[in-house]
């Protein structure tokens, strides 16, 4: 599969549409459309073919705190690198760009906790743990 990578941000409807097909949770347009212009730093991974979004990750964070988030791949590219890529784009932006104080976290899915240890992330427990609060619930 030939893709270019970008850092130009997708649609609000593009984001959430492959949210939901990678088996992320849906997330409102409006309340994505906003959310995507507060990024620190986006990637993405579109089909040379047609232009699809095939992938993506981002980066959220306030200079000194920061989250990995959202990083989905459809469904019929995952596995072959993808996740990969876009995760090599994002830890070079951050050894680029960020303080040398910065923290930066992430909530991993189980497996894909393994992609992220070969960037040098490691798991917080027992020293702590992550947690969640899920509006709306």
Do not use: W
């Amino acid at each position: 599969m030939d893709y270019v990578i970008t850092t130009e941000l997708p649609s609000a409807e593009e984001f959430v549409q492959l949210r939901v097909d990678a088996g992320l949770s849906f997330r409102a347009i409006e309340a994505s459309r906003k959310a995507l212009l507060k990024s620190v730093y986006f990637v993405g991974l579109r089909s040379k073919e047609n232009g699809k979004l095939i992938g993506m990750g981002r980066l959220v964070g306030d200079g000194i705190m920061f989250i990995v988030s959202d990083i989905a791949v459809f469904p019929s590219f995952q596995g072959k690198g993808f996740g990969k890529v876009i995760m090599t784009h994002i830890k070079d932006y951050i050894e680029a760009n960020l303080d040398k104080t910065a923290c930066v976290t992430l909530l991993a899915d189980v497996p894909a906790h393994g992609l992220y240890k070969q960037f040098g992330f490691r798991e917080s427990a027992p020293v702590s743990i992550g947690m969640i609060y899920q509006v709306g619930n």
